[in-house]
């Protein structure tokens, strides 16, 4: 088999197990969600650090400059839309307090608060750090309809928003590790 065909069969698989395996029916929690022990009972339990002023000018490259940024693994899934294989990111089993920001252009995301294991391999948090920090587009690829979550500043692509998370907000938003950084916070 060839590198591009275990690529297309890397993202099926991918594609198979957060949309099919851990997709769940009738507004019922995904198979190995921890939904109510990981998020707070209500949106006033959660006090997000407030994040630096940070500026929502958008950052604009050419395909050549972000090449010369980013990894290979990190402009295939923020330029070009990517999916990383479900398990295999550095982040989604990740526990530590801190940050996650763009790993594009370096604007803040999520709190380590938000962030519960969902069972889908993937970073899932319940809700971005600001509203403002992250757009939310229809994406109609693979025959489905979803909501693509990219980044406000320089618009790449983080993964997807689905309303199968826990409470307060009810909301799953599904990242790819590799389009994240994360920085612990201080001790």
């Known amino acids: 088999m060839s590198g591009r065909n275990r690529g297309i069969g890397a993202l099926v698989w991918g594609l198979f197990l957060g949309v099919v395996v851990f997709a769940p029916s009738q507004g019922t929690p995904a198979a190995g969600t921890t939904q109510d022990k990981a998020a707070p009972k209500s949106a006033a339990a959660y006090k997000p650090a407030k994040p630096q002023e940070e500026s929502l000018d958008k950052v604009t490259k050419t395909d050549a400059e972000w090449q010369h940024i980013l990894t290979p693994d990190q402009f295939r899934v923020l330029r070009q839309e990517g999916t990383e294989m479900a398990f295999t990111g550095k982040y989604w089993n990740n526990h530590k307090a ?88 201080k001790k």
């Open 98 to 185: 801190g940050t996650y920001r763009c790993a594009g252009c370096g604007l803040t995301l999520f709190d380590s608060a938000t962030k519960f294991e969902s069972g889908t391999g993937w970073p899932s948090f319940w809700q971005p750090i600001e509203a403002s920090h992250v757009e939310i587009v229809t994406d109609n690829t693979y025959g489905m309809v979803r909501e693509e979550v990219q980044c406000a500043r320089c618009g790449g692509h983080l993964g997807h928003r689905f309303d199968d998370g826990p409470k307060p907000t009810g909301q799953r938003y599904c990242m790819n590790s590799v389009s994240l950084d994360f920085t612990a916070a």
